[in-house]
């Protein structure tokens, strides 16, 4: 990348930005230009990577974040001032809560009138300090080299996050003398070093000895590329393993050691194994109250292990007994390793699997006794997690899986069974509607040849559904799977089971508008499937097209609940089975037993 020819050469602060942008490896901007921006996309037509023009800023957000999601590379978007940075924002939150590293970069209004509310004038550093991991407004135009590298150092080191870089107008008109790599001056920017070998052995010991240990694996784990990692240790250690909202894929569901999601739609036997475990193995996840419900309830008997690259998550939520700060691919090989040694050390006929093997059949009975349940009549109406479990059988889990915020997210996340990192994608906690078609635009451009498939609600395609258009410009084959229940069915829920069925402003109707007339207006394939029994087909057909995106609108049973569920702020010693389940099983699941 050095070339030391260049080293005297004057360009533009655009131009600048640009041969950054292509030194950083980037293959694709999202973006939208206006009068700010407007240097910056002039040298952008000669350059050597891709721009997505989308229908709307949030959409290249979201674009940006399913791109990094699917292919573990930063994300990048680039828009204008005022009200396109501020467009941005919703998407630069949810990648901050989510940790997807993304670079934003803003126009801003030329520098001599920053501060007198001039046209297109929004103090974007200010508005998006609290949601980004790093911002700066570059004054000087000899810095912008520096302020992308620097960008894209943050954003893609430690735990990643989004950085937002705003270039005024006249910053990127002037001229610097190019000169790349730059030198980063980050002096209050650390990324955690190796972990303590004495905290790795303390974790191995205690693993070793507890009887009821858990895995409880967030997303940290797939962003580390350390899946490979925690098969062995789960199977060497003979632990029972719960991947929360952000780590489905990160070990397989199939996997009899696999107990799914934790938390407030969890699967029974994840929520009660951390109810009832006697160690807690975090890895790469942050005792979110979605898992933890009531927090001063949560797992009181177990003692914890927490490993994880940001050290401000060690003790935020839950006090460690032992803390590892670092990266996970550091850390979880060398967990593997200093358990061989413990374990060997007691000598072979003391192992590991004797120790935790009651522990383990408790929880697979658990899981046998409360698994996911619905009855989809054959003439009935359609059932959402009918549809998930016909996607899941076609495909094998070889898909890529974008969901969009409700019902239909859980239903989602439940019933696919998933077999591999990155191929779930979705806004976990900042829970944001509107996410699923771009983040699947974002998705097939980095997975380009692969299925990539957006489960959304009524709901939350209505939000975003334009970025159909740049879908159908780009040839991007997604699909797109409406679950169509006629309302905004998460908060319907909600309202039925803690407001006394007071149905207030939840519901859409199921007609307007028309998905597969608009899915044909955008350019897009359209279909429509109402019967249980046509699914497979309808999902046959909508897979087989590879040209065009494909929207299909499944009408699906508008009081449909998700279940189990631990009540917003409760123990989740009270999971609620849900409606398929009789008193007594309820009853017996509270008390833990198996009938
Ligand atoms: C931008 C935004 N606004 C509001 C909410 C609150 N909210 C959470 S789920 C939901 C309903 C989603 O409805 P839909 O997309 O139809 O999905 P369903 O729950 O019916 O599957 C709402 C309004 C949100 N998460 N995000």
């Not at 972990?195 to 997303?219: E, H, K, N, Q």
């Not at 240790?233 to 632990?239: K, R, S």
């Not at 076609?394 to 996340?413: C, E, F, K, R």
Request: aromatic letters at 6%; proline letters at 8%.
């Amino acid at each position: 990348m050095f070339d030391r020819k260049e080293l005297l050469v004057h360009v533009t602060g655009a131009q600048a930005l640009v041969k950054s942008l292509e030194n950083q490896g980037v293959e694709v901007v999202f973006g939208l230009p206006g009068g700010a921006i407007l240097p910056a996309y002039d040298p952008l037509r000669d350059a050597g990577l891709r721009h997505v023009l989308v229908r709307h800023e949030q959409g290249a957000g979201h674009a940006a974040e399913g791109y990094a999601w699917a292919t573990g590379r930063t994300g990048v978007c680039m828009v204008t001032s005022g009200p396109g940075a501020t467009n941005l924002v919703t998407a630069l939150a949810d990648a901050y809560m989510d940790s997807v590293p993304v670079v934003a970069i803003t126009g801003q209004v030329p520098t001599a009138m920053i501060g007198t509310d001039a046209f297109q004038e929004s103090d974007i550093t200010g508005i998006t300090g609290p949601v980004t991991k790093h911002n700066e407004l570059v004054t000087d135009p000899q810095r912008i080299p520096a302020a992308i590298a620097e960008a894209f150092h943050i954003a893609g080191t430690g735990r990643p996050g989004p950085v937002l870089v705003d270039l005024p107008k006249d910053v990127l008109q002037a001229t610097l003398r190019w000169s790349w790599p730059p030198v980063m001056d980050l002096p209050g920017y650390k990324v955690p070093g190796p972990p303590d070998p004495a905290a790795i052995t303390a974790a191995a010991r205690v693993l070793r000895a507890a009887r009821r240990p858990v895995l409880y694996v967030g997303g940290g784990v797939i962003k580390s590329g350390s899946h490979e990692a925690l098969l062995e240790l789960a199977e060497l250690a003979n632990v029972p393993v719960t991947t929360t909202l952000m780590a489905r894929g990160a070990f397989p569901d199939a996997h009899p050691l696999a107990l799914g999601m934790p938390g407030m739609h969890g699967m029974y036997a994840a929520v009660t194994a951390l109810q009832e475990c006697d160690l807690i193995v975090a890895l790469g996840a942050r005792f979110d109250d979605r898992v933890t419900g009531k927090l001063a309830a949560f797992a009181p008997h177990a003692k914890v292990v927490h490993a994880d690259i940001d050290p401000a998550e060690i003790g935020k939520n839950r006090s460690p007994d032992v803390a590892i700060t670092g990266d996970l691919a550091a850390t979880l090989p060398e967990l593997v390793t200093a358990l061989r040694a413990v374990t060997s050390s007691e000598g072979p006929a003391d192992t590991a699997p004797a120790n935790t093997g009651d522990w383990v059949r408790t929880c697979a009975a658990w899981k046998r006794a409360y698994p996911l349940r619905y009855t989809q009549e054959p003439d009935g109406p359609l059932k959402p997690q009918h549809v998930v479990e016909q996607l899941s059988a076609l495909t094998g889990g070889d898909a890529v899986i974008v969901a969009g915020v409700g019902q239909h997210q859980m239903h989602a996340s439940q019933h696919y069974s998933f077999t591999k990192p990155r191929s779930w994608i979705n806004s976990g906690g900042l829970g944001t509607m509107g996410f699923a078609v771009p983040a699947a635009m974002g998705a097939q451009i980095g997975r380009p040849g692969e299925l990539v498939v957006a489960i959304d609600g009524d709901g939350c395609f209505q939000m975003t559904a334009q970025e159909l258009a740049t879908c159908a410009i780009e040839g991007l084959p997604i699909k797109v799977l409406i679950f169509n229940n006629g309302f905004l069915g998460m908060v319907r829920q909600w309202q039925e089971l803690f407001y006394d069925e007071r149905y207030s402003e939840v519901h859409l109707g199921t007609s307007i508008p028309d998905y597969v007339k608009l899915a044909e207006a955008y350019g897009c394939a359209g279909f429509r499937c109402e019967a249980p029994g046509d699914v497979a087909a309808v999902l046959e057909k909508a897979l087989a097209v590879t040209d065009t995106p494909v929207v299909v609108d499944f009408r699906t049973h508008d009081v449909e609940g998700v279940f189990p569920m631990v009540p917003a702020g409760q123990p989740n010693d009270g999971i609620v089975l849900g409606p398929e389940f009789s008193a007594a099983e309820q009853a017996a699941a509270t008390r833990r037993e198996v009938p």
